[in-house]
């Protein structure tokens, strides 16, 4: 049966096949952890954001079933008429107090909260001077927002500075950035970028999703990393990755907070995090706020990867993060490479155009607490079998 009013979609759909640009969606049938039932297969796993194994930590399993047995499941309302809970504020306190600020506010997703700020403090009238890299929830909020985007070349302070000198005209202005940039595992120059706004009276947000948890002291974040504390208005979060659960959050000044309970999109019109969400993230706060020893295993273990990787002869690019980028150049070498590790037992994802630019397809290894140094040692090994039968390495 043929639908004229879809044939366009299967069209589309077809046409992506025939490019090799038709993405195929693998099916976990497992808990997340370093090795991951994957389509029926068991593989090490380098392709989640479980940074620290938050994702199935006893602990945090151990809360959300103790919370809902008081709390039950769902909010069954947005935050500003029946869904805010005793949790949630409590959740806000802890991420505020844990980040070294004034105040948070949690949405539903780290995207949520992205639509919700940038939205929020600047209009039609306005101009935000945004990385060319930054992430897509960050282009979509500022595209809602109405302002004018202004792209400064990535993490490129002068070229930032010389775009702020030519734009005129424009009544509040924000700079926003990637903490760290989830592609090459690069960190936004953030002391100079705070120099920029401090000398300019400009605001300053940082989305730093794949740096809380990660970066700065036991996880708190690329400002506490820098040491920046007062120094940036806004940083957006998410509870999504090294947190390993699911939300989203801003810190920062209590006047911003206020604001985005007043004003934030996504806190009015769309329900609140849920109770095991919620709960789930304070056991973390507590984790993280109890000990840096996952944090710690963190790095050590993506430096032994890395290392290994360059000893072998990997290019892993100018990464600075557990991010390691493995670069490989076109596109369907990336494929191949990353479907033969699969087969031989590793899950690492092949990144091409346009995610990354032509030329620069990669396989993207996510580096987490939960490797054992025998499941390190395996996957460099399967590296090394995999580069040698693809001329990648000698
Ligand atoms: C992953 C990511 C997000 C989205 O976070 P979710 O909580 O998964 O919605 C937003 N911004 C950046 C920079 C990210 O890397």
């Excluded at 044939?7 to 693998?26: C, M």
């Excluded at 809360?63 to 008081?70: R, V």
């Excluded at 329900?271 to 709960?279: F, G, H, L, Q, R």
């Excluded at 072998?312 to 990336?334: D, Q, R």
């Amino acid at each position: 049966m043929t639908d004229t009013k879809t044939a366009w979609i299967a069209d589309e759909i077809a046409s992506l096949k025939a490019q090799g640009l038709f993405t195929t969606i693998r099916t976990l049938g497992s808990p997340q952890g370093a090795w991951l039932d994957v389509d029926g297969k068991r593989v090490l796993n380098f392709s989640s954001n479980n940074y620290l194994g938050l994702a199935n930590h006893p602990r945090l399993v151990e809360a959300a079933k103790l919370a809902m047995d008081d709390f039950g499941v769902g909010p069954a309302a947005v935050r500003t008429i029946a869904g805010t809970m005793n949790l949630h504020l409590e959740l806000e306190q802890r991420l505020a107090a844990f980040k070294g600020v004034e105040a948070a506010v949690t949405f539903q997703s780290g995207f949520s909260a992205n639509l919700a700020v940038i939205p929020a403090l600047v209009g039609k009238d306005d101009v935000i001077f945004s990385d060319e890299l930054n992430h897509a929830s960050i282009i979509d909020g500022c595209r809602l927002s109405r302002a004018q985007i202004v792209r400064f070349r990535h993490s490129d302070p002068d070229d930032l500075k010389q775009q702020i000198a030519a734009t005129t005209g424009y009544g509040r202005r924000i700079i926003i950035t990637d903490g760290v940039f989830s592609m090459d595992g690069d960190i936004a120059l953030l002391p100079a970028l705070a120099e920029i706004a401090a000398l300019h009276d400009i605001l300053l947000m940082v989305d730093d999703a794949h740096g809380e948890g990660v970066l700065g002291k036991g996880g708190r974040g690329i400002v506490d990393h820098f040491d920046l504390h007062g120094q940036v208005d806004v940083e957006v979060g998410t509870m999504s990755k090294a947190f390993g659960v699911v939300g989203g959050m801003v810190a920062g000044a209590q006047p911003i907070i206020d604001w985005l309970r007043q004003r934030g999109r996504p806190f009015l019109f769309s329900s609140a995090m849920t109770v095991p969400d919620v709960a789930a993230c304070l056991a973390a706060v507590d984790l993280l706020e109890a000990s840096t020893e996952l944090v710690d295993r963190l790095w050590s273990n993506a430096a032994y990867f890395k290392q290994h990787m360059n000893a072998m002869g990997f290019n892993t690019g100018h990464t600075e993060t557990p991010i390691v980028p493995v670069m490989l150049g076109e596109a369907p070498l990336a494929q191949q490479f990353s479907q033969r590790l699969f087969d031989a037992g590793v899950f690492a994802m092949a990144i091409g155009f346009p995610t990354v630019p032509r030329g620069k397809a990669r396989i993207r290894v996510m580096n987490s607490a939960t490797h054992s140094q025998d499941d390190l040692d395996q996957a460099l090994a399967i590296f090394a079998n995999v580069g040698r039968e693809l001329g990648v390495i000698e």
